[in-house]
């Protein structure tokens, strides 16, 4: 019975062993499957939760069991690089700052249309002669249509040719900016009465503009001595009476020219070139002379330039002004010759900053301020320098004139 006993009971501990063991390899399985999960779990984990997890210590510890792959996945997860290169496709937007250059070059053409003046309408090609008989006032009227359209352009009176041209108005305000005037050839004024009537007091004109410039090397001609001959001491532009100083030794104006129609001219001698109303004007390199009256007139102008320019008249013709300047602003006159019958320059009433120098001034009345006051009427002048000038053959050398009226209505200040 003993012997049955510990028979039985080794039989039992070898069960009991045998039951263990196989227990014992199940968890270790079963375990071992966790294991598998949880790396699964990590390593979809780390999918997800892309490169922030990179080079992490617990990828590290678990490297064995097989992840060789696994780290390939970062690296080709890593091509996030190619993310990156959307930068480098974002560098292409640099591409249109390069087409910006493309770009400029197109805005030089209006430059150069305003700096330039590209633009040209030659009198010639709207019908004007240019043989000094025939009427060019209407092609002249026509070409300045033309240019009076296209900002910058320039309207060309050619050289080598004299054009006859009665009185005309070049006018604004719906012409464009910084128009030329380019004179090289002759405009001569006509002297016969009937192209004078209708009591006219400008010869040409120019109103209401931006920028025009008259330049060149041609020559305005007003031919005024027929108008000198018939009216001789009147009508004097500054209001002011005046004496025929005959400073070229003769006792009477010179008569070169002849009435066309044997008849006097009107009583009102106009201006030969006048500027009313515009802003920046410009008159440069050209001549003026011979005018009925005054040469060259700015009313109501501001921002003139007056340079290189020739003023040309006898010594004893009545009222021609060389410069005459009323309510204008911001004038510039100098390298300039002046030589007239009366005032070289003339500033009336309504001037402000005006600076004179380099001028060469005679014969001629010298350079003045008025006359001013006339009638008790209010008159203001300010800022006025003149320097560097040259009087000669003068009556006088820089004045104010003004009429004998209450002082308080007279207003001269900042003279130089």
Same mark, same amino acid.
């Given at each position: 019975?003993?012997?049955?006993?510990?028979?039985?009971?080794?039989?039992?501990?070898?069960?009991?062993?045998?039951?263990?063991?196989?227990?014992?390899?199940?968890?270790?399985?079963?375990?071992?499957?966790?294991?598998?999960?949880?790396?699964?779990?990590?390593?979809?984990?780390?999918?997800?939760?892309?490169?922030?997890?990179?080079?992490?210590?617990?990828? =590290?510890?678990?490297? +064995?069991?097989?992840?060789? /792959? @696994? &780290? #390939?996945?970062? %690296?080709?997860?890593?091509? !996030?690089?190619?993310?990156?290169?959307?930068?480098?496709? =974002?560098?292409?937007? +640099?591409?249109?700052?390069? /087409? @910006? &250059? #493309?770009?400029? %070059?197109?805005?030089?053409? !209006?430059?150069?249309?305003?700096?330039?003046?590209?633009?040209?309408?030659?009198?010639?090609?709207?019908?004007?002669?240019?043989?000094?008989?025939?009427?060019?006032?209407?092609?002249?009227?026509?070409?300045?249509?033309?240019?009076?359209?296209?900002?910058?352009?320039?309207?060309?009176?050619?050289?080598?040719?004299?054009?006859?041209?009665?009185?005309?108005?070049?006018?604004?305000?719906?012409?464009?900016?910084?128009?030329?005037?380019?004179?090289?050839?002759?405009?001569?004024?006509?002297?016969?009465?009937?192209?004078?009537?209708?009591?006219?007091?400008?010869?040409?004109?120019?109103?209401?503009?931006?920028?025009?410039?008259?330049?060149?090397?041609?020559?305005?001609?007003?031919?005024?001595?027929?108008?000198?001959?018939?009216?001789?001491?009147?009508?004097?532009?500054?209001?002011?009476?005046?004496?025929?100083?005959?400073?070229?030794?003769?006792?009477?104006?010179?008569?070169?020219?002849?009435?066309?129609?044997?008849?006097?001219?009107?009583?009102?001698?106009?201006?030969?070139?006048?500027?009313?109303?515009?802003?920046?004007?410009?008159?440069?390199?050209?001549?003026?002379?011979?005018?009925?009256?005054?040469?060259?007139?700015?009313?109501?102008?501001?921002?003139?330039?007056?340079?290189?320019?020739?003023?040309?008249?006898?010594?004893?013709?009545?009222?021609?002004?060389?410069?005459?300047?009323?309510?204008?602003?911001?004038?510039?006159?100098?390298?300039?010759?002046?030589?007239?019958?009366?005032?070289?320059?003339?500033?009336?009433?309504?001037?402000?900053?005006?600076?004179?120098?380099?001028?060469?001034?005679?014969?001629?009345?010298?350079?003045?301020?008025?006359?001013?006051?006339?009638?008790?009427?209010?008159?203001?002048?300010?800022?006025?320098?003149?320097?560097?000038?040259?009087?000669?053959?003068?009556?006088?050398?820089?004045?104010?004139?003004?009429?004998?009226?209450?002082?308080?209505?007279?207003?001269?200040?900042?003279?130089?």
């Amino acid at each position: 019975m003993s012997g049955f006993s510990l028979r039985g009971f080794t039989y039992m501990l070898l069960i009991a062993f045998l039951i263990w063991s196989s227990n014992f390899e199940c968890c270790i399985a079963r375990r071992g499957k966790h294991l598998r999960q949880s790396r699964t779990f990590s390593s979809s984990l780390f999918k997800k939760k892309g490169k922030s997890y990179n080079g992490n210590s617990h990828n =590290k510890n678990h490297h +064995s069991g097989g992840s060789n /792959s @696994k &780290p #390939k996945s970062p %690296p080709h997860k890593s091509t !996030p690089p190619l993310p990156k290169s959307p930068p480098s496709h =974002k560098s292409v937007p +640099s591409s249109p700052p390069i /087409s @910006k &250059p #493309k770009y400029s %070059p197109s805005i030089p053409p !209006p430059k150069a249309n305003n700096g330039v003046h590209s633009t040209f309408f030659n009198v010639l090609d709207y019908g004007a002669k240019g043989d000094g008989n025939t009427d060019d006032t209407k092609a002249f009227q026509a070409t300045w249509a033309a240019t009076c359209k296209v900002e910058a352009s320039t309207m060309v009176i050619p050289a080598n040719y004299i054009f006859y041209v009665g009185p005309i108005s070049f006018s604004g305000p719906y012409c464009k900016a910084n128009i030329v005037f380019q004179l090289d050839g002759t405009i001569i004024a006509p002297t016969n009465p009937n192209a004078w009537s209708g009591v006219t007091l400008q010869w040409l004109e120019f109103t209401k503009l931006e920028g025009i410039t008259i330049q060149g090397n041609g020559v305005i001609d007003g031919r005024g001595s027929v108008w000198w001959q018939d009216f001789p001491y009147d009508n004097p532009i500054d209001d002011e009476e005046k004496l025929i100083v005959p400073l070229n030794q003769t006792q009477k104006p010179p008569m070169p020219v002849q009435n066309e129609m044997g008849r006097k001219m009107p009583s009102n001698k106009p201006t030969a070139l006048r500027f009313y109303g515009s802003y920046g004007p410009t008159v440069t390199g050209i001549t003026i002379q011979n005018s009925p009256q005054c040469h060259l007139k700015f009313d109501n102008c501001n921002g003139v330039l007056v340079h290189d320019v020739s003023i040309s008249s006898p010594g004893d013709s009545p009222n021609t002004d060389g410069i005459h300047l009323q309510n204008s602003k911001d004038v510039l006159i100098h390298s300039s010759k002046l030589a007239c019958g009366d005032d070289c320059i003339s500033i009336q009433t309504g001037c402000s900053n005006v600076y004179v120098h380099n001028v060469n001034c005679g014969p001629g009345h010298g350079i003045s301020i008025g006359s001013l006051g006339k009638d008790n009427t209010r008159a203001c002048v300010s800022n006025i320098t003149v320097r560097d000038v040259n009087i000669h053959d003068s009556m006088n050398g820089v004045r104010i004139k003004t009429w004998q009226v209450n002082s308080f209505n007279t207003m001269v200040t900042t003279l130089s």
